[in-house]
């Protein structure tokens, strides 16, 4: 493969996008170890062209790279890459919440080794001062409305992570992502952020959109936000069925445990 690729770049001035995409994701996709490589030593040549417009080339590769089976040896490839493209922005840190995208924490679903190399890149950045604490809130909800992993979670409390983050009045806080999925790992997530001292009694205001009609053909889109409580969400209000207690009842034994211990241990099934 090298020898139908190189001609390629070697040839004239490639496009790092070009490069993402077109050579360095099916290389990474076809778990081919030797090709993968010999591309990212051929990307990081172009490592001062890069900027936050290529992050969405390379999280296509980092995702496939998550998802292999072969994830630790292609992300030993592509980690400077990774590094860098996640740490272009740093006057605004565009580019590091990137590297928390829903796309990036979801392709670790089921895969301890690929939660470990997220750690992994996340620490890196926090180590290089290239994510304020606070940012990796951002994580926090990623996690909460995709994989409900536990490991990443408290990860990201370390680093920093606010329990209650809300992007904005019409957006859910980390807990209530979590109780609008109706699944075990999704009740054992509000479990454990219930435990770390997330508020349960937070609503957050859901807004919907609606058509009224002003006349023939017209139509005018209007705006009603609703507030919504965390006890109303499906995850909570079948919790029981996964935890073996009540929504109401968990509340009390997490805030009972709060108050015998700063740091209480959260129960294991």
Known sequence: MIEIIGPRFLGRRSEVKD??????????????????????????????????????????????????????????????????????????YASSIEAMDPQIVSATRGRPQSERILITLWRKLNDMGFVPRKHFRTGLLSVAATTCSITLASELLDLGADLDYQISRNQARPLQRAAQQDTEEAAKFMRFLLYRGAKPEIEYQKKQSSQLSTGYSNYSRTYVSTPVKISEEVGTKDISKWLKKSWEDLVAEATEARINSVNPPIPED
């Not at 099916?26 to 990212?40: D, F, I, Q, R, Y």
């Not at 292609?74 to 605004?92: D, G, T």
Request: charged residues 20%; glycine residues 2%; proline residues 1%.
């Open 19 to 92: 490069i993402f995409s077109q050579c360095l994701l099916p290389a990474v996709t076809a778990g081919n170890l030797e090709t993968s490589k010999w591309l990212a030593i051929r990307a990081q040549q172009h490592i001062k062209e890069m900027n936050r417009y290529h992050a969405k080339y390379f999280t296509a590769v980092f995702v496939e790279v998550l998802k292999s089976d072969k994830a630790v040896a292609l992300y030993n490839h592509i980690e400077a890459i990774a590094v860098f493209v996640y740490s272009r922005s740093k006057r605004n």
